[in-house]
């Protein structure tokens, strides 16, 4: 659609603006951002609103179960360097959020949009997006997202047939059985630290062979793609081979990889993966995580760890003992309220570390610790675990909620 016809109707108008109007009462009475409560208002006022604001956007939609808050915030970077973005960059990714989102960017050309691995199918019905990044599948929430081979079952049809150009991780086998059903994909080599969720094969049940970083089902004959982009060390290679350097901020493998599969979004679009790299470079920490904080004069780093795949990322990242350590972890409905994901995590790679344990779910925490064969010492609340913790910048890492509760504690 042109930009200069206006795709809204006066019922959406209406919606549009009921909805910033909630968001702002919302935000007013202290209650968060509001983003939520005004996409649902505008929802139920306007169906098919997101639809609408959705129409005179070039979108890319952003799904996985780590990485994606991060991997939006470069995309939308990148994207940057050809036109206006507008993007759901605090990771409000459920259809209410992200109609939120939209509503705001009225002028832009690019919607950058993430979106919870359970919505992903109906918002690509809604949005229409030229491109949807397809990064891992991992346990995650075994409460409310069911096992992960439903997932990518639910991606692989909800994308059957799709026109969207689906940039993928080929060293996931069910990112790449999900993604098989799209007619035009792009794979990218971004790599894979947790393993645990595909040891079957996605397609027929059988057992996954694994020769190095290779894969395939001996008995259907299911294996890797061949990527047309790699993350290389410290550089992408592009599909005609050149390495272009990656420069971030941002810490960790894991980010390389995000900026890999992001880069690959980019030239999609047409920005070259010199120009999309070195606008990542801006980001310095995405909605809190990877800041720096001072508080009770010493410095704190937050993480962010919602699930195993993410704590064994999130554990290559922390300083070398005698580091100390501070974990948190809740389980309120925005966490999944089943912990018995702590047991999946090995937690001996903090061996060494002076760990601290916070939380809602302290003592579920501890138990697993103590298995474990860690030393640490179950605190009341941040500012006790502060004050017992051994002088030199303390490593935070806790999972979705908790993180939010750290955030505030701190100021940040």
């Known amino acids: ?172 086998p069910l990112v790449v059985w999900a993604a098989s059903s799209s007619p035009n994909v792009i794979w990218v080599a971004a790599g894979q630290m947790w393993k645990d969720d595909a040891w079957s094969c996605p397609s027929c049940g059988g057992v996954m062979q694994r020769p190095g970083d290779d894969w395939f089902c001996g008995e259907c004959g299911f294996r890797r793609p061949t990527p047309s982009w790699t993350l290389s060390g410290d550089h992408v290679l592009d599909p005609h081979g050149s390495a272009w350097p990656i420069h971030l901020q941002l810490p960790g493998r894991a980010n390389k990889a995000n900026a890999a599969s992001s880069a690959a979004v980019a030239a999609v679009f047409g920005v070259p993966p010199q120009v999309a790299l070195e606008r990542m470079y801006r980001v310095q920490a995405v909605a809190g995580r990877y800041d720096v904080v001072q508080f009770m004069q010493r410095d704190l780093r937050l993480l962010l760890a919602k699930n195993p795949a993410g704590w064994l990322e999130t554990f290559s990242l922390i300083d070398p003992p005698p580091t100390p350590v501070i974990l948190s972890v809740n389980a309120r409905g925005a966490d999944g309220t089943d912990t018995s994901w702590l047991w999946d995590v090995d937690y001996t790679r903090l061996t060494g570390h002076p760990i601290f344990v916070v939380g809602d779910r302290k003592l579920d925490l501890a138990v697993r610790l103590e298995v474990a064969n860690q030393h640490f010492q179950v605190c009341d609340n941040l500012d006790q675990a502060v004050q017992m913790a051994p002088p030199c910048r303390i490593e935070v890492i806790a999972n979705y909620t908790a993180f939010q509760d750290l955030r505030r504690r701190v100021g940040n």
């Not at 990771?91 to 949009?113: C, E, H, Q, R, W």
């Not at 918002?123 to 397809?134: G, H, N, S």
């Open 1 to 172: 659609m042109s930009g200069n016809s206006d795709p809204l109707t006066p019922r959406a108008k209406l919606a549009v603006t009921a909805g910033k109007a909630v968001a702002a009462a919302s935000r007013a009475a202290g209650r968060g951002s509001g983003s939520v409560i005004g996409g649902r208002v505008a929802l139920k006022l306007d169906p098919d609103l997101l639809a609408r604001l959705a129409q005179s956007l070039d979108v890319t939609l952003v799904s996985a179960t780590n990485g994606k808050t991060t991997t939006t915030r470069l995309i939308a970077e990148a994207l940057g360097a050809a036109g206006p973005v507008v993007s759901n960059a605090l990771g409000a990714n459920m259809p209410a959020g992200i109609t939120s989102a939209l509503a705001g960017g009225s002028d832009a050309k690019f919607g950058v949009i993430e979106v919870d691995e359970k919505y992903l199918a109906g918002v690509a019905r809604d949005t229409d997006p030229k491109c949807i990044a397809l990064l891992n599948l991992s346990r995650d929430q075994l409460d409310r997202a069911a096992e992960t081979r439903m997932l990518a079952e639910n991606w692989r049809e909800g994308l059957a047939g799709s026109k969207a150009v689906v940039v993928a991780n080929a060293d996931d």
